[in-house]
């Protein structure tokens, strides 16, 4: 008997057929796991958009492509292949679409265990979950990366083509058994990926920005711009709500130094986080933004959304690109101008990289204290040199101190993040931009990391000095009642 969800949709397609007698489709034997075999040299797998009146549309595979990774047992791994036929002529997509995997995956391990009887195949309990779970997941998942996002020691995945797939676990990177059937099975997971955020990624847009649902980053690149194959990185973010004092007990920081970022963000400092790629800038926004009050009105502002703010009162935008006329496209700057009108009390940028710093220093300058952002930067000095040129770019003829002085009024710190050579991530100053002298920005190092040596292992050794100049932002730091707990941490014994 069928099983029926509460919403009413049911997957199947020979219910109501076999009800009007017309011809049963045999069940597969020997001809038909022949043909599967001979089918699984390539992944023609294809995605089918459905809409639905009450949930958000999915893309399915209307093929299950049969290449074979080593997370897989054997046995699963063939009569995945051997079914795969049968299953797929079953399944009505226009309903699959409509569920939630839930219920997709309810519905799918009823057809499958059908499917499996007829054949006089038996699988024991854990060999049929497993089954399931690959199929659903090859269905509406990212088929071989599903276990690798759902591994939390794993930061980062890279798919350079489909037999090569990387990860970076506790900062190192490594190889894994990972593969895909083909590169048109990689390409048919980086359409899958770009359709659910509403992007599209094709010959026509070979490149694309997007996010998963749990925020991670993703970035595809495709033939021809990617001569080997597919190309897919995903930048993941972890389920557990990292704060700062979680980063100080993982060596980031010290507590110290987690008391200094906590009172930054508490009395409202424009606070510049600069980093290289992979720095974790973003990691330290999201713990940063932890101390913003559930009182404020928070504007995000993203390329591809992936801040995980935890406030109630959060407004999140995130950009447009073009559509195949070149049209539609709305940008950083444009999505910043227009939280300017929506009463933020702070704005945070995911990450400042164009014409949209003119708007964000006008922003910090006008009354939105205690904004936040994040700048590809080797150093404090180079963030504000970035800067400098990012306004330039913007079109602005502005001579070059009436730039200075605009971004020395505007960014009170600039909190530097570096990857080290073990791979670790830690914060290496703590720089305040104290005004300007002559034609130049002013700034004093608060706290530096200095180096000290390694490990056996490789683990980079070192302590954070404190400078011994006071903050300018101490009068702030008073107004919020926190003056005395910085006092406390800048001279007392653990201040070094």
């Keep these: 008997m069928t099983r029926q969800i509460n919403n009413g949709s049911n997957i199947r397609k020979f219910g109501r057929a076999r009800r009007l007698g017309e011809r049963q489709k045999p069940s597969l034997g020997q001809e038909q796991a022949a043909q599967s075999a001979g089918n699984s040299s390539t992944s023609e797998a294809s995605v089918a958009e459905f809409p639905s009146a009450n949930r958000k549309p999915v893309a399915v595979a209307t093929t299950l492509a049969p290449g074979p990774t080593s997370r897989e047992s054997t046995l699963v791994r063939e009569i995945k292949g051997s079914i795969q036929s049968d299953l797929m002529d079953r399944i009505d997509l226009a309903a699959a679409v409509s569920l939630s995997q839930e219920e997709l995956t309810e519905q799918i391990k009823d057809v499958i265990a059908e499917i499996l009887a007829e054949q006089k195949i038996n699988l024991n309990h854990t060999e049929h979950n497993e089954l399931v779970t690959k199929v659903v997941d090859e269905m509406v998942g990212l088929g071989p990366l599903e276990p690798l996002l759902a591994d939390d020691t794993v930061a980062d995945i890279m798919v350079n083509g489909a037999k090569q797939v990387y990860v970076e676990r506790h900062g190192k990177l490594e190889c894994t058994d990972v593969t895909f059937a083909d590169d048109r099975h990689v390409l048919n997971t980086a359409i899958r990926i770009a359709n659910r955020v509403g992007?599209?990624?094709?010959?026509?847009?070979?490149?694309?920005?997007?996010?998963?649902?749990?925020?991670?980053?993703?970035?595809?690149?495709?033939?021809?711009?990617?001569?080997?194959?597919?190309?897919?990185?995903?930048?993941?973010?972890?389920?557990?709500?990292?704060?700062?004092?979680?980063?100080?007990?993982?060596?980031?920081?010290t507590p110290e130094i987690a008391a200094i970022l906590r009172i930054a963000a508490a009395s409202r400092l424009n606070v510049l986080i600069a980093g290289g790629t992979g720095s974790g800038k973003t990691t330290l926004l999201n713990a940063m933004s932890q101390m913003i009050d559930a009182s404020e009105r928070i504007v995000t502002v993203e390329d591809a959304a992936e801040l995980q703010l935890q406030q109630p009162h959060v407004v999140r935008l995130e950009t447009r690109p073009p559509n195949l006329e070149g049209k539609g496209e709305i940008?950083?700057?444009?999505?910043?101008?227009?939280?300017?009108?929506?009463?933020?009390?702070?704005?945070?940028?995911?990450?400042?990289?164009?014409?949209?710093?003119?708007?964000?220093?006008?922003?910090?300058?006008?009354?939105?204290?205690?904004s936040l952002g994040t700048i590809h930067a080797n150093n404090p000095r180079e963030a504000l040199i970035r800067l400098e040129n990012l306004f330039a770019m913007a079109g602005f003829t502005l001579p070059s101190k009436a730039v200075r002085t605009q971004i020395a009024a505007a960014i009170d710190i600039i909190v530097q993040v570096t990857r080290m050579r073990d791979g670790s991530r830690r914060i290496t100053q703590i720089t305040e931009v104290v005004g300007m002298e002559g034609d130049n920005v002013l700034v004093h190092d608060l706290f530096t990391f200095e180096y000290e040596g390694e490990e056996e292992e490789g683990k980079v050794l070192g302590s954070y000095v404190y400078t011994g100049i006071q903050p300018r932002f101490m009068p702030k730091a008073r107004y919020f009642g926190l003056d005395r707990e910085l006092m406390q941490i800048l001279h007392g014994e653990e201040a070094a």
């Design 331 to 370: 940008s950083m700057r444009d999505l910043v101008k227009n939280a300017l009108r929506m009463r933020p009390d702070r704005i945070v940028l995911g990450e400042v990289r164009g014409d949209e710093a003119v708007d964000m220093l006008q922003a910090m300058n006008t009354g939105h204290e205690g």
């Design 199 to 253: 992007r599209r990624i094709d010959e026509t847009t070979p490149l694309v920005d997007a996010r998963l649902e749990d925020g991670s980053r993703v970035n595809i690149i495709i033939p021809p711009l990617a001569i080997d194959g597919p190309t897919i990185s995903i930048r993941k973010f972890s389920s557990k709500k990292l704060g700062l004092d979680w980063m100080a007990q993982n060596g980031s920081m």
